[in-house]
């Protein structure tokens, strides 16, 4: 094991290798909203980050980043509105024409939306931010959201996730499950890595 042969991806499941964790850099932006939601609301459960992150994993970077704010339902408002105070394009959970006309031609804006429970999050630097299984998950379900990223050039970011990083199996299925996309993930998986 301290030689690196083999690594764990899931519960009870490894393959020969090292072990090469996701690590997310956050921008300063991002750093600041956190801070600022978290010192505001201290007891909800909040992720944030910036979809510039995806261009590690793209073949076509994009310049239409957006910083996203996951919190739990019930304060999704008060977040939005506390955000509102600071900044203008901040979005609550917009749907697919708000994204199109606003969101998408708004320069670096901040969308709100909730939180799944059970969410893979991980703290880097004091922030609650995403795992890569989070990411892979949330880019597959919210097609509306992340329609730059979708058909071929998600399948280029599954694959490049999976080459670079290690991505717990079990971790990524678990919150597949409870977004109800696990036979369509576990499938797109089993394409890349194969049917183990």
């Known amino acids: 094991m301290d030689k690196g042969v083999l690594e764990r991806i899931g519960k009870g499941v490894f393959k020969i290798g090292t072990t090469s964790s996701f690590i997310p850099v956050l921008d300063n932006k991002t750093q600041t909203i956190y801070n600022r939601v978290h010192s505001e609301f201290p007891f909800i459960a909040v992720c944030v980050w910036n979809t510039s992150l995806l261009n590690e994993f793209s073949l076509h970077l994009?310049?239409?980043h957006f910083t996203l704010v996951e919190v739990e339902k019930e304060?999704?408002?008060?977040?939005?509105?506390s955000l509102q105070e600071k900044k203008t394009d901040v979005y609550l959970n917009p749907n697919a024409v708000t994204?199109?006309?606003?969101?998408?031609r708004a320069n670096n804006p901040t969308i709100i939306k909730p939180l799944i429970s059970e969410s893979p999050t991980q703290r880097v630097n004091n922030i609650e931010t995403i795992t890569i299984e989070k990411m892979l998950v949330d880019l597959h379900c919210d097609v509306d959201l992340f329609q730059f990223?979708?058909?071929?050039?998600?399948?280029?970011?599954?694959?490049?996730?999976?080459?670079?990083?290690?991505?717990?199996?079990?971790?990524?299925l678990r919150y597949a499950s409870r977004r109800g996309k696990?036979?369509?993930?576990?499938?797109?998986t089993n394409q890349i890595i194969g049917n183990k």
Do not use: R
């Open 75 to 81: 304060s999704m408002e008060s977040v939005f509105f």
């Open 149 to 172: 990223y979708q058909g071929k050039e998600k399948g280029t970011i599954f694959k490049e996730a999976f080459s670079k990083y290690t991505i717990n199996k079990s971790k990524l």
């Open 99 to 104: 994204l199109e006309q606003y969101v998408f």
């Open 62 to 64: 994009s310049n239409n």
């Open 182 to 188: 696990k036979e369509e993930i576990e499938k797109q």
